[in-house]
Each structure stands twice: as C-alpha cells, then as structure tokens.
C-alpha cells in the first residue's frame, strides 16, 4: 500500500523540474541576462553586508523574475507550437506574458535602487 505521500513521484517532478531551470539558462538569453543581474547583485549584497531582510527581499525579488522569465518562456514555446505564423492573438499573448516580466523587473530595480544607492552615496 502506498503512504499518503509518494516520494518517488515527487523525486521525479523535482528532476523534470531541475531540467527545466537547465533549459531556461541554457537557451534563453533574457534568463542568462536576469543570472548575471542577480550574480551582481548577490556580490554587491556580501560587499556591503546588507542585513537579513534586505537578503530576504531581494531573494524573494530574485526569485519572482526568475519565476516570471520560466512562465514566460513556456507560454511562448506553447505559442510557437500553436501558431507559427503570424497571429493577431499570438501577439497579444506574448507581448503580455512579456509584461509580466518587465514589470517584475522593474520592481526589482527598484527595490534594489532603494537597497543599494543610500550605500553607494556613503562611499563619497
Ligand atoms: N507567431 C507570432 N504572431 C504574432 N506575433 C509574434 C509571433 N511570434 C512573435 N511575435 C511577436 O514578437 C515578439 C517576440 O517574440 P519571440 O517569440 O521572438 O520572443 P522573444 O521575446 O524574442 O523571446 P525569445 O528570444 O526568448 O524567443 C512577441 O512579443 C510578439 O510581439
């Protein structure tokens, strides 16, 4: 009899999982972009020993582009396999996928500017 939880299953959606990471650095440019942003960012976090809560929202903000950025590279591929060829709702559905990742980078910029700028000034 199986146990309320299957752990060989979840193994294996964590590897499928795990596949799909890969596939998002490997081939789309915007996620390798958002790596070395974040490759950055953490630098510039231990360089001016930022405080637990300013790591916790910038791993959550981290965390939200990245999420953004897979959702948006499934929705394009599942796009481009509907319709190839030009098409009015194509469109509409990629460039709005699309928003909802500038929109979360933004917010990123954002809270990293608030981070970082007040410490960057007291360098001067
Ligand atoms: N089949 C299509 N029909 C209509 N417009 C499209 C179609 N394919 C792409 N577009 C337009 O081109 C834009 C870029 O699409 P594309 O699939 O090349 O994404 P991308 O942002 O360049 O990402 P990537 O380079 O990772 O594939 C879309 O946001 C959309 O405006």
């Known amino acids: ?31 390798r972009i958002h790596l070395i942003a974040c490759i950055a960012v953490v630098i510039a976090g231990v360089g001016f020993h930022i405080s637990p809560m300013e790591w916790i929202v910038i791993v959550i903000q981290i965390a939200l582009v990245w999420a953004a950025e897979a959702f948006n590279t499934s929705i394009e591929k599942l796009a481009d396999l ?7 709702v194509i469109k509409v559905v990629k460039d709005t996928a699309a928003a909802g990742v500038l929109i979360l980078a933004i917010s990123a910029v954002i809270t990293g500017g608030i981070i970082f700028v007040p410490k960057i000034i007291l360098l001067f």
């Open 82 to 88: 509907v319709s190839a060829d030009y098409h009015p």
């Open 1 to 31: 009899m199986k146990g309320p939880v299957d752990i060989r299953k979840a193994l294996r959606s964590f590897t499928f999982a795990g596949a799909g990471i890969f596939n998002l650095f490997r081939y789309e440019n915007n996620a």
